[in-house]
């Protein structure tokens, strides 16, 4: 049990003695100005209403009535209308840490999914060229928020849904073979809306050698297959280059090829819920929340295909049926529509599906700069910035990084510059200094940091501000790693880490930690272990490297 929760207990039962309804659940929060103390609750302004008492009477009985040293407050005033801030005995609030040396792996560990399955499906591009920076963004989200789900006791399963079928790579099949035309002494003929970039000759000069005796790619088929192979190789090799691995590909393709979108369909028909106007096939998804009616199937004048959200139902229910009872899926903010569509269809299918089945985490595109400039060709893919492109400029712990720091749902402008910059002014090299800097205080004292167990120290010596501060940061993981999980953002591990090095840093500079009296030496050691550990713990979440030294 963390320290807030054993405060939070204690409330409870300081207000359930005052006559407080059973279930009472205290809040506390962190009050925005360390001078006011370490907790604050609003706890005597909730209970004005049941107990039919003012809130700072409430208040001054709820002080009253609790065993303020049992969960070590030193002192308890009462602020404003009612809110009740804590400042907390130093040594005690320090103790803390004690459980994050004595068992770091489990440090900021819970258990909320208790073993069940999660499918997190994310980056699932059409293979039609190498990834741009938009799927690096998506990449390390998904990633990062499938390691916060597995932190949180989540049997997770990343996939990879390969959207390998429709125009889209009917284009990259042509595009292929306009290539290989033009290997030939044909003019290059790229139909409109194919591809242009370096990659899609090469894939044109393999293929070539492979087979010699379709020089023109007169087997589109052939070609289509050879292309899609050769592109999910070239992804393969973008997501390794980002070290981000997936457990399942699921291909779009083989949801025809089964006939699964077609049974689809007809149990959309047989639901009730479609019906049919000039030629098209719609599903009534205004019954489920959506401004009009969509289309599924297009009229025959219009060429008689599934619209795209056809498949991603097919697709979905997939996930049902292989025992995903919750799925979250990582796209970019253009699929927000497909979002009710999605949901609609599940609906009317009657199969038991959850109405927010499944979850979406949607982010904004991103902009990459460099020399004050907007950064928009690659050599490679032509017309965008690749993800090894960025990679290769600033290595992966800061592409990683710098997609994270900022929510999903904000445009995120990527400076180049200052993430290749050893300054203070690069949150990644500041981040991964501070747990240098303390790995350091072990090498220069010549201590096996995993002797330092906090056995027989004097906490109370860990008095300092800065130190508090710090303590304050560390005791924070946990309950920060729960509710990061539990909203899907990451960006919260990335700020703790800022925030955290930051107070690392100043304690660092204020403080020695070797040299001084015997008993505050070892206490700064435990201080400086915990950090070490607690600073890990963060860039492990978040997929980036802890180096010892810088």
């Not at 306009?178 to 000759?201: C, K, S, V």
């Not at 991103?366 to 050599?379: L, N, Y």
């Not at 965008?384 to 929510?407: H, N, P, Q, S």
């Not at 700020?495 to 020695?512: G, K, N, S, V």
Request: net charge negative.
């Amino acid at each position: 049990m963390t320290h807030a929760e054993a405060l939070q207990q204690e409330l409870a039962r300081a207000a359930r003695a005052l006559g407080a309804p059973e279930g009472v659940a205290p809040v506390l929060e962190r009050p925005r100005d360390p001078a006011f103390g370490d907790w604050a609750t609003n706890l005597a302004m909730t209970l004005a209403k049941p107990l039919g008492r003012p809130p700072r009477a409430i208040a001054e009985a709820l002080i009253a009535a609790m065993d303020a040293a049992a969960v070590g407050v030193a002192h308890a005033e009462i602020a404003g209308p009612g809110f009740i801030n804590f400042r907390l005995d130093p040594g005690f609030q320090a103790r803390g840490l004690l459980a994050l040396l004595a068992h770091p792996e489990q440090w900021g560990r819970h258990n909320v999914g208790q073993g069940a399955r999660v499918c997190v499906e994310f980056v699932s591009a059409n293979p039609t060229g190498p990834l741009h920076v938009g799927h690096g963004r998506q990449a390390a989200l998904g990633d990062a928020i499938s390691t916060l789900l597995e932190w949180t006791g989540w049997q997770v399963d990343r996939e990879f849904y390969y959207n390998d079928a429709g125009t889209q790579i009917h284009n990259l099949a042509l595009s292929t073979q306009a290539r290989l035309r033009e290997r030939a002494g044909q003019p290059l003929a790229i139909p409109e809306g194919g591809y242009h970039g370096a990659y899609i000759r090469e894939i044109a000069d393999r293929y070539a050698e492979a087979h010699p005796d379709d020089a023109h790619g007169d087997d589109l088929e052939a070609v289509r297959r050879f292309a899609v192979a050769a592109l999910r190789h070239e992804q393969d090799l973008d997501l390794q280059a980002f070290g981000v691995r997936f457990d399942t590909y699921y291909l779009e393709s083989s949801l025809y090829a089964d006939g699964r979108v077609a049974r689809t369909v007809e149990a959309l028909v047989a639901s009730g819920h479609t019906y049919e106007e000039d030629g098209a096939l719609f599903l009534r998804t205004t019954a489920f929340g959506d401004d009009k009616d969509r289309v599924m199937r297009k009229s025959a004048a219009k060429g008689g295909d599934y619209t795209y959200f056809v498949p991603d139902v097919a697709y979905h229910v997939t996930k049902w049926e292989r025992g995903y009872r919750r799925a979250v899926n990582v796209q970019g903010a253009d699929h927000h529509s497909t979002t009710t569509r999605v949901r609609a269809g599940l609906q009317a299918l009657g199969l038991g599906i959850p109405e927010g089945y499944p979850d979406y985490v949607l982010h904004q595109m991103v902009t990459v700069m460099k020399g004050g400039e907007e950064v928009k060709i690659s050599k490679r893919a032509g017309s965008y910035v690749t993800v090894r492109d960025l990679i290769d400029e600033v290595g992966r712990d800061a592409v990683r990084y710098f997609y994270l720091m900022r929510k999903g749902d904000s445009h995120l402008v990527f400076d180049v510059d200052l993430a290749r910059s050893q300054s203070d002014e690069n949150p990644v090299y500041y981040i991964q200094m501070a747990h240098a800097r303390m790995c350091g205080i072990f090498r220069v004292g010549e201590v096996d940091p995993a002797t330092v167990t906090g056995e027989g120290v004097d906490f109370a010596r860990l008095a300092e501000p800065a130190e508090q501060e710090l303590v304050r940061m560390l005791l924070d993981f946990p309950p920060l790693v729960r509710a990061a999980a539990q909203h899907l953002e990451p960006h919260r591990v990335a700020a703790w880490l800022l925030e955290t090095a930051r107070a690392a840093h100043t304690w660092y500079h204020r403080h020695h930690v070797l040299g001084e009296p015997e008993a505050i030496t070892r206490a700064r050691l435990v201080l400086a272990r915990a950090t070490q550990l607690g600073l890990a713990a963060g860039l492990r979440i978040l997929g980036l490297s802890a180096p010892e030294r810088m």
